[in-house]
């Protein structure tokens, strides 16, 4: 008897529930597919099957179906199941006939459970003086709970009053994540809300970012332990493939005001204009980071404008404001963005003191939000790595990846590359378990991003020749 590989899989269970039954797909099994991402509501996910047996029309299979699955590894000293919830089958496609027409192959795609009843519900209520992030779980215990491994919610600092006009679940929530604020860092606006194999996070990347690495990652070659067995077990996984997948994007990151911008407020009540200035580079040292360097060095700008002084657009709401500079940092007139503000909203009339007055404090979340999610999308660092299924492994981890350095190298320090070596959060995971020549195998796709670098960039100095 052969000895199990790291990826070898056990399936406990593989069955599709329909009009005429349960019936078991693990005969019919290609490739699961599972996919989870920090950036999504919803797990989603597809099944390649196939098939001597006409199933579409025998079972048969028309969009009201359930996938049921649990799967593990059982090369580990400890076997833990990976069971995934209810996925609801949404589409068949990619079906066509094999050889002589005596087989089929085709795919089915499906969301779990919370897509399907965010799609089918709708929050219409109002809410005054709520903890914000009473107000998420109060829409998830009464639209979205599925009954397995509840939500796991960071404690908001902000309360709030507001109307839900009709939205769906998802929309509400994803509405509410952009104003919250966490209970114990009030200064970060950078919540998530999404789904893993799990159950349902709703937390910031303030806290996040603060998590330990649940294990590390290395591309090298398997000499000593060729099925990976042992270095699962002491917490390393040796990658077969990787790939840097993207850095920074300058002209998006500008465009968008993700370094610095203006935000212009207007009251609609009072008609009084405000202009507040805002910088994520300058702001980095107040957040957590899962590295510990900014991804840029902050130079001096080498364009005409940057000598000129910033458009001022409105009174400044605050005692300072940022009126020239060469710096990146300081070109907030990049982008100049607004929001409507209403002085007192929600009060039936000035005869009522005791009421709740509500104030957005737009200008307490707007610009920060888009700043510090930006490190964690078009700032970021992306790596990908493919390597052998990790029972345990979530979006919204940390690992420590180990990015071999191309050059070559004396010293053993030297091996790795500075900048892309360190502390990386799983943005997103594929799951795979296929089935090949009767092997049954579990593998990931590691989508890693990076806000930082693990050794500070040098300051580039200006060319600009002194006027």
Not at 9 to 28: S, T
Not at 196 to 204: A, E, Q
Not at 300 to 321: H, K, L, Q, V
Request: proline share 5%.
């Amino acid at each position: 008897m052969s000895r199990l590989s790291v990826s070898d899989c056990q399936i406990d269970k593989l069955n599709l529930k329909a009009a005429n039954g349960v019936y078991d797909l693990m005969p019919h099994l290609l490739e699961l597919n599972i996919y989870e991402n920090i950036f999504s509501n919803h797990l989603t996910g597809n099944i390649s099957l196939t098939d001597s047996f006409n199933l579409p029309y025998t079972l048969p299979v028309r969009g009201e179906e359930i996938l049921e699955c649990k799967f593990g590894l059982p090369a580990l000293v400890e076997y833990m199941p990976v069971e995934p919830p209810p996925l609801h089958i949404t589409n068949l496609s990619d079906r066509f006939l094999k050889g002589s027409a005596s087989s089929e192959q085709f795919a089915l795609k499906f969301v779990s459970e919370q897509c399907m009843s965010n799609l089918h519900s709708c929050v219409s209520k109002a809410y005054t003086d709520w903890p914000l992030g009473d107000v998420i779980f109060d829409i998830w215990e009464n639209y979205l709970d599925d009954d397995r491994h509840g939500i796991h919610l960071e404690p908001t600092y902000n309360n709030i009053t507001c109307i839900i006009p009709s939205w769906h679940p998802h929309e509400a929530i994803n509405w509410l994540i952009g104003r919250a604020r966490p209970q114990t860092e009030g200064n970060a606006v950078n919540y998530l809300y999404y789904e893993t194999l799990d159950g349902i996070i709703c937390k910031s990347l303030q806290t996040l970012a603060k998590q330990q690495p649940v294990l590390t990652m290395g591309l090298e070659q398997r000499v000593d332990d060729q099925h990976s067995i042992e270095a699962l077990s002491s917490g390393h996984v040796k990658v077969d493939k990787l790939y840097f997948v993207d850095d920074f994007k300058k002209l998006h990151n500008v465009t968008n005001g993700y370094y610095t911008s203006k935000l212009l407020t207007h009251d609609i009540t009072t008609k009084k204009i405000l202009q507040y200035d805002y910088s994520s580079i300058a702001e980095w040292e107040m957040y957590n980071h899962i590295s510990e360097y900014r991804p840029i060095a902050d130079s001096e700008i080498e364009i005409r404008g940057a000598d000129e002084n910033r458009t001022s657009f409105a009174p400044r709401a605050e005692d300072w404001a940022i009126e020239e500079g060469k710096y990146l940092s300081q070109q907030t007139d990049s982008h100049v963005h607004f929001y409507p503000t209403h002085t007192n909203l929600y009060q039936n009339s000035a005869a009522a003191p005791d009421e709740v007055l509500y104030h957005n404090e737009v200008e307490e979340w707007r610009s920060q939000r888009y700043g510090q999610l930006s490190y964690f999308s078009t700032n970021a660092i992306r790596m990908r790595v493919e390597c052998g299924g990790v029972n345990s492994l979530r979006a919204g981890n940390i690992v420590k990846l180990f990015v071999p350095t191309p050059q070559g190298c004396v010293r053993p320090e030297d091996a790795y590359d500075k900048f892309l070596s360190g502390n990386y959060m799983v943005s997103a995971i594929r799951h795979i378990v296929s089935t090949v020549n009767a092997n049954t195998d579990y593998k990931m796709i590691v989508d890693l991003i990076s806000d930082g670098l693990s050794e500070a960039p040098p300051e580039r100095t200006s060319m600009r020749a002194e006027k």
